[in-house]
């Protein structure tokens, strides 16, 4: 597998090299040069297997030469060892739930399949890398667990004290091992800030810093996975289906617009979006504008006015944006148009959509699974398209009890996962904002 820089002015280089840098030297996003095709026979043939067998079978292609066959197939069945259920809605709607992770988000796909092949790759080439990280909540839970307990990795996550919740912070204080949770007396941005500055520092080079954003190729390719899974249980080859997907940075529904370019037959493809609605109307207009500052929405993991893999977006459609936005070229509008459709859905939709469900399905969601269905109906209020529709939940409703309680009145139980950290000892560290200080703590810590 050959990537390509997004900008276009970087060196191709191996997967490794991407999953290892992140970022292109350029700042532009690693894309593979092409993908393996999923044939009929593929399709068929993943029709009875579990999820880790579909994922195993599908990234044995698309990484074909890049990793030994038994060691990726350890990496996959150790990573995907919970459920994916999908729950009937009505007779061409189901509910993906990608909540059952040990973070009750979808971004355990990705994370832990990341977490893994990294291990991989540097335990091969006896390396130790830190993993810095600063989070508002959710992705530093996520990025956490996903490397815990691995031998070649530590994780240091900074977390601003007073501003996550107390299941957030949970989610990273109990963990303990490799895992290391600084509580920082300041706001998310200091945070940023800090872990930013450290990773320019040049007297920090030795430390091996590393930082497993949400950029990253690693992340990418495991969010394709789970639209070929849902596939192979709701359709018969060469039936059409369509997704919707809760969309933020666009990491999720870049997933899908892979698995449709290996060949899956996605009809249509719903980026379903909050208020923040740069990309609908970049559909509909043509004219791209960012929404800054982003607009603060019930579904607040995807309050994001510019998503930072709409650059891969317009890169398979033979166009150029660069990474502050600025499009160089325009990509194939007609065809972008007919695979995505993009819908934007107000916070009092979210809401309602969220009581509609409960009422008539008896089925409790959180407030991103429900822009997901609500920009379906939109779709198909619109279209009169009938098509098997699976539309994605992208959290437990457990992780927004808060809101899930406001608007429902229901008090959500949270899944085994969540519960057992209420138990668990926490254990942190506490610093201020000052650099220095922060810097002394790295180089004690990690030597
Ligand atoms: C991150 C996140 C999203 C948005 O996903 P993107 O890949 O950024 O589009 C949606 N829902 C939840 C619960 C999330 O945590």
Known sequence: MKLYSTNLQAPEVSFETALIAGQAPDKGLYLP????????????????????????????????????????????????NYDVPLEKLNDNTYIMRLDRGPTASFKDFAARLMARLMQYYLKKENKQITILTATSGDTGSAVAHAFYGLDNVKVIVLFPEKEVSDRQRKQMTTLQKNITAIAIDGKFDDCQAMVKKAFSDEELKSLNLSSANSINIGRLIPQSLYYIYAYTRLCSYPEEIIFSIPSGNFGNMMGCVLAKTMGLPVKKIIASVNENDEVPSFLSSGEYQKIVPS???????????????????????????DEQGNINKIPDMEKLRNDIYSSSVTDEETKSTMREILEEYSILIEPHGAVGIKGLTDYRNKTQDNTLAVTLETAHPAKFPGEVRKVTGIDPEPPRSLKEIEEKEEQMDFLDTEYVKFKEYLLAKIR
Do not use: W
């Open 33 to 80: 040069r092409s993908l393996p095709p999923l044939s009929e026979a593929d399709l068929v043939s993943l029709k009875n297997k579990t999820y880790p067998e579909v994922a195993f079978h599908v990234l044995s292609k698309v990484l074909e030469g890049e990793i030994d066959e038994p060691s990726l197939k350890a990496i996959t069945f150790d990573a995907y």
């Open 295 to 321: 607009l603060n929405c019930l579904s607040n993991a995807m309050n994001v006015g510019h998503p930072s893999n709409l650059a891969r977006l317009i890169a398979i459609y033979g166009g150029q944006m």
